[in-house]
Every structure is written in C-alpha cells, then in structure tokens.
C-alpha cells in the first residue's frame, strides 16, 4: 500500500541538553571535536564496571514552588532543557500568536522520575513497608508528570500526551505532533523527550548483559555494549511557514514488528519498513538523503541488525554515523536528542562521524563515517528503534529542500 506524501511542517525552535552541556551548541562542539562525553560510572551508588552521560550539576537544578509537586530528576531536566537556547521563549511567542488552547505538549521517555520511586522505597517504613509521606508518585513517577509539568510551566491548556516505547518513544512524539496538525486540532506542539539515570536501567541493562565496560563504540567490529546517558531535548513544530525556520520535518515511519522483547529483528524488517514508511510520507527517493544519523547503541545485535536495514533500503554508499559515543543511549530522550543533532547538521552543512569506533565492522556494509564530513545536505534519515521492535525513522529537511520537495 502506497503511503501518502506530506507537507513538510516547520521546526521554528530547538534544543538539547546532554552530558555535552547545557544547550544544542555544546552538543555540536562535542561533535566537531570528535569528543566524548562518557565517564566511568559513578552514579548514586552503583557499583557496576561501565561508562555512563550524565548531565553535570543537575543536582542543584530546583523548580518553582508552585510546581513543588513535580520535583525529581527527570523533571529538573526537563527544565534545565527548557530554558536552553532561548526556547521558552520561542514557545511563548507562539502561544502569544496562536493562543494556549492551539499548542499542544507531546513528550517522551522511558522512566520518567523512576529514580524517586527507587530512593522512596529505600526509606519506606520498616514495619509496614509504605512508602515516605513526602512521596508525591502521580507528579514525579507517573509516566505523565513530564508533560502535565511542561504543559503547567508554560500555561498551555492543549492536548497533551506521554509516549513511552522505549528508545523510539521521542522519535514517536513527531508523528503525534504531524497527525494533529494535519487534522486541524492544533496549530504549534512542544515535542521532544526526556530521560534521566536511574538504578533500574543502570542493573537492568547490566542484567541483559547489554553493558559495555568501557565508552561504547558504535559499529565497531569489537564493540561490546552501550553506555546509559541522560538528557532533555525540545524542538516546536509549527504549521505553515514560519518565519525564520531553517529545518523542516518533511517525513516519518513508524512500525512495530514485535520480533523480540529485547533483540531487534536479525535482518531488520521492522526497521526497513520504517524507513521505507518515512521516504514515502516525504516523497523521497533513497538516494536523495544525503546523510543518516542510526540507532546504533553499540550492541552486537543491534548494531548488525540496523546495518543491514540501512543498507538494504540506502545501499552501501550514503554516510551514516551513530553520535551516541558522545552521549551514551539516552533511551526515551534519543529520538529527539539525534533529531536536534540531524537539524544541527543541515545547518552547519556537516555530517556528524562516529566516535570512539576505531575499526569498523567489515561485516555490516554500511560507509560509516570515521571522521566528520563538510557537505552539502538537503535531507537527513534519523531512526529510532526500541524494545519489542517500536521503530521510527524520521525525515528532516533544509528549507528550501523541503519547499523544493512539496512542490513535486
């Protein structure tokens, strides 16, 4: 069945937040340096061989005592992400324009503010086992509190909903944003996604022996696992032309294949059918994306899986990296970290390499950049693949690719 093309939908505003610092220019100084941002682990107290991206200083990040009730970490970035870049900003601007019924909140994330669960449980009461009085589950656990808190910190009163399917899940929010747009429902979406360090996912990953004991190496023939990261990425898409706009969403994919709770599909089915999904949405050709930022988390199946996808449906010649040797995985936040990364790279004109890969798998027949690429970039493919075989690729555009594009 034929997908229909889309108009391409611009993003007037973005932003990320990473263990690169505060903000998208930090993220893209870390990734012209060829620099990562990984550190051996020593979050909390977990005591596990790894590397991990945490966001420095977040601990003092507090928020207003009006929103007391929504305070953990995943929150605190969420709003340390937001005040990046002059965001809030752009999003008030536009909630002067279209109003605040108009602007609809769309997020991401894998645990939300597990970690309080997890610190909560420590002090709950010995005789009883309940947990501390001061533990407030629906504003700081509840997979919802991200976007009821961001919708009550800008004063928007449009739809809103969590997506929660692991490392697609903001990815995801884009199409959610597109479809409701496209229906006339709203008119602007705050989307993007956020995930912070938690114990669960720290042994959890451990567990399935998905762990690299150092700085993972994405695509690499020795790669050995991934490294966790954290961060907050925002981005505002707005229908009609906006002003000012440099890069567009002109496509997406989405599909579930549900191979495998844990393990992606060994030949990459549902990943090809996503990527094929989001060429035909923008009225694409394969060979008309000049770059594409993959899912690569380093794990030996992952990383096989996905190369195979990509070269099946791009063939073995458009450069493609993986930036989480900069950031580490950080899981419901990727999707929309490594879009703020794809935008970043039509704007500089320049394909991101991968870091801390030495040797490239000769096995995957990918041409997987080793070093950072000056060139002219129309479009770029970002995918984002998670558990049970939720997949999302995403298309994003120069402007005046994407003008171009609409009008065939």
């Not at 893209?28 to 977990?46: I, N, Y």
């Not at 200083?57 to 005040?83: F, K």
């Not at 993007?192 to 114990?199: A, E, I, M, S």
């Not at 959890?204 to 998905?210: I, K, N």
């Amino acid at each position: 069945m034929r997908i229909p093309a889309i108009s391409p939908l611009a993003i007037s505003d973005y932003t990320a937040t990473t263990c690169a610092g505060v903000g998208r220019e930090a993220l893209w100084r870390a990734l012209g340096e060829l620099r990562t941002c990984l550190k051996p682990c020593d979050f909390q107290d977990v005591s596990l061989q790894t590397w991990i991206g945490e966001v420095a200083d977040l601990a003092r990040v507090r928020l207003p005592s009006a929103l007391a009730e929504y305070e953990c970490r995943n929150n605190c970035l969420a709003l340390l992400g937001l005040e990046a870049d002059g965001f809030l900003v752009s999003v008030r601007r536009t909630i002067e324009r279209v109003g605040p019924d108009r602007v609809g909140v769309f997020l991401g994330t894998s645990t939300s503010g597990l970690l309080e669960s997890e610190l909560a449980y420590r002090r709950r009461i010995p005789a009883t086992g309940v947990l501390p009085g001061d533990f407030v589950y629906h504003g700081r656990h509840n997979t919802y509190s991200l976007a009821s808190f961001v919708r009550r910190l800008l004063g928007l009163t449009g739809p809103a909903h969590v997506i929660s399917t692991a490392c697609s899940s903001s990815a995801k929010v884009f199409c959610s944003a597109e479809r409701m747009i496209r229906l006339g429902l709203i008119d602007a979406a705050v989307i993007g996604g956020v995930d912070t360090l938690c114990l669960t996912t720290l042994y959890g990953f451990h567990s399935l022996e998905f762990m690299s004991p150092t700085a993972c190496r994405p695509y690499d023939k020795d790669r050995s696992g991934l490294s966790l990261g954290e961060a907050a990425a925002f981005a505002l898409l707005v229908a009609g032309d906006a002003e000012g706009s440099s890069v567009y969403l002109c496509g997406y994919g989405e599909s579930s294949d549900a191979h495998h709770m844990s393990a992606p599909h060994p030949d990459g089915l549902g990943a090809q059918l996503a990527m094929h999904a989001a060429l035909q949405r923008s009225g694409l050709a394969a060979d008309q994306i000049d770059y594409v930022n993959l899912h690569g988390t380093a794990t030996p199946t992952n990383d096989a899986s996905e190369g195979l996808a990509v070269a099946s449906v791009f063939g073995p010649s458009t450069p493609c990296s993986s930036t989480k040797g900069i950031t580490g995985h950080t899981l419901g936040a990727a999707g929309a970290v490594e879009a703020v990364i794809c935008a970043q790279a039509l704007k500089y004109q320049a394909m991101p390499a991968g870091v801390n890969t030495r040797v490239v798998d000769p096995s995957i027949p990918i041409a997987y950049l080793l070093r950072n690429r000056p060139a002219p970039m129309r479009f770029a493919l970002s995918n984002s693949f998670g558990f049970g075989g939720s997949n999302c690729s995403l298309v994003l555009g120069t402007r005046e690719a994407a003008k171009a594009a609409a009008l065939t």
